[in-house]
């Protein structure tokens, strides 16, 4: 379990990345939860959605963080051959690949965050979010929603 005084800061650098970062979940426009296309992008984790629920990005340099303000614990998780679709060779520390699924870390609520390892290749990527409330019902999610990625040629 990490020190009070690591999660602090991981806390405070993902509110950094959310105030600073254009394209931030809360866009006042995006009125059916898709996004403009943007290089960088905040997705909000709320206690029943994601918001944007679609996002798009470009194809270079694009990077996807998500946020989790809910009140429970929140992991993403995408098909595992979507660790394949990831421009570097490897996905972790944020996310492993288990069995069919690619799965990211516990994202502790409280506006922590977690973010993608490096850019995704051209494609359309469906993720889930699974909220619990505590890591032994990790794989018993009270809530499940889903949430869409396209990254442009």
């Known amino acids: 379990m990490p020190s009070r005084h690591l ?3 991981v806390a405070m650098v993902s509110l950094v990345v959310l105030f600073s970062i254009p394209g931030c979940a809360g866009n006042p426009g995006d009125k059916k939860g898709t996004t ?3 290089k960088n ?5 709320n206690q029943f959605k994601v918001h944007p629920a679609v996002v798009r990005v470009p194809a270079e340099g694009n990077s996807i963080v998500w946020t989790n303000y809910s009140d429970l614990l929140a ?3 995408f098909p595992a051959a979507v660790a394949d679709d990831f421009t570097c060779s490897d996905v972790r520390p944020n996310f492993v ?3 069919p699924l690619m799965e ?3 994202i502790v609520g409280g506006r ?3 973010w993608t390892p490096c850019p995704l290749k051209p494609g359309t990527y469906e993720y889930e979010v699974h909220l619990f409330n505590s890591t032994g019902n990790r ?3 009270q809530l499940n929603f889903k949430g869409k990625i396209e990254v442009g040629p």
């Open 7 to 9: 999660r602090s800061m």
């Open 36 to 38: 403009a296309e943007r």
């Open 41 to 45: 992008v905040v997705i909000q984790i």
């Open 75 to 77: 992991a993403v998780s």
């Open 97 to 99: 690949v288990n069995g």
């Open 104 to 106: 990211s870390i516990t």
């Open 112 to 114: 922590e965050g977690l």
């Open 139 to 141: 794989y018993n999610a």
